[in-house]
């Protein structure tokens, strides 16, 4: 059912807000596609997360331009907007809440998890956390602009590399799939090559055959897929998935026996390239701070949880949810602390790697 809609008037044109209830309409996947160009902010990405379900949708227009789009799923007292890794804008959050609050009167708490935003403040209680980061390359219209904005030593590596490479290996070879002609054995390889790296660094493997499946899924859907042989076997491959504009980094893996020819590094240069030559304007490696990322320009976006109450007493009496999004915040900012090279900050890694050792094994 869709709520009647509303609107006010602006100094240029009229803002107009609908709500459809337990409905997603026919126009919102080009839509948030148009808008926001982010894998975590589209329906095949929900689609295969298995979060479609009573899902309701809030639209605005700006006179006949749609202007915002968040998808959200109402649970008990708490409403959770499902849009994520995005930049969103203070207006629009402020918006929003006040939609909310006005019409939804049992609703205690809106929720964002993994926004962009910077806003000054908000006329309701509000928490905000850092809770991840995006690593993004802004791309440039051409490969040869990308690889003349690379670092010297950079550059220099990755040639010597490919050279030494292929000297040793006459066969090697790097091709480029997308889509409908992606393999999905050459998904499958790449990720049991992520898989052997994990396990041989002591680390549980990410990536299960549940999710291997929805990655194939997404992969063909509108994927590109990165794959290095040697006399045709898989040493080493990236799988992205495009949204909009926007390509978005899911595995990157080597095999290890190429360590000496900086495979992983090569390969991802690589997909970069073939990115920017598909009219690209961002690579998104998302989350992990790991420096090869910072070596191909990524710039670092932090994301937050923000949780709106209605009123004060609503944030007390919802004092369980506040402790949790605050208790999540606090430990973030200790994981990111111990990552520093400083007497207090090896201390803290040692209080976190404690405390995480005291969560409970969940069964299988």
Not at 80 to 91: D, Q, S
Not at 336 to 356: G, L
């Amino acid at each position: 059912m869709t709520q009647p809609s509303t609107a006010v008037n602006s100094e240029s044109d009229s803002i107009s807000f609908s709500c459809y209830e337990n409905e997603i309409p026919s126009f919102v996947e080009a839509g948030l596609e148009r808008l926001y160009g982010n894998l975590y902010s589209s329906i095949p990405q929900l689609r295969v997360s298995g979060k479609l379900d009573d899902i309701s949708t809030y639209v605005v227009h700006k006179g006949r331009e749609l202007v915002t789009i968040f998808l959200f799923r109402i649970d008990g007292r708490r409403l959770e907007v499902l849009n994520e890794v995005i930049r969103i804008e203070e207006e629009d959050i402020r918006r929003f809440a006040t939609y909310v609050f006005s019409g939804f009167g049992a609703i205690d708490v809106v929720s964002f998890r993994a926004i962009q935003t910077d806003f000054r403040s908000l006329p309701f209680k509000y928490q905000r956390f850092e809770c991840l980061e995006d690593i993004v390359v802004p791309l440039p219209g051409n490969t040869e602009d990308y690889t003349a904005s690379l670092g010297r030593s950079t550059r220099r590596n990755l040639r010597n590399y490919r050279n030494s490479l292929m000297h040793a290996f006459p066969s090697f070879k790097f091709s480029v799939y997308e889509k409908g002609a992606i393999e999905p054995q050459h998904v499958l390889d790449i990720i049991e090559l992520n898989r052997a790296r994990m396990l041989d660094k002591n680390k549980v493997p990410g990536i299960d055959e549940t999710e291997a499946a929805k990655l194939i899924y997404l992969a063909r859907e509108r994927g590109l897929v990165g794959v290095a042989t040697i006399d045709g076997r898989v040493c080493a491959g990236a799988i992205t998935v495009r949204t909009g504009e926007n390509f978005f980094l899911s595995v990157l893996a080597h095999n290890p026996a190429y360590n000496a020819y900086r495979l992983g590094n090569l390969c991802c240069y690589l997909t970069i390239c073939e990115c920017i030559k598909r009219a690209a304007k961002e690579f998104h490696f998302l989350w992990g701070q790991y420096d090869y990322k910072y070596l191909f320009l990524g710039v670092q976006r932090d994301l937050h949880c923000l949780a709106i109450y209605r009123s004060r007493l609503r944030y007390l009496l919802n004092a369980g949810f506040a402790l949790r999004i605050a208790f999540l915040g606090y430990m973030r900012r200790a994981k990111v602390w111990s990552h520093q090279d400083t007497t207090m900050s090896k201390f803290a890694k040692r209080i976190f790697e404690a405390v995480r050792s005291l969560r409970p094994i969940r069964k299988k």
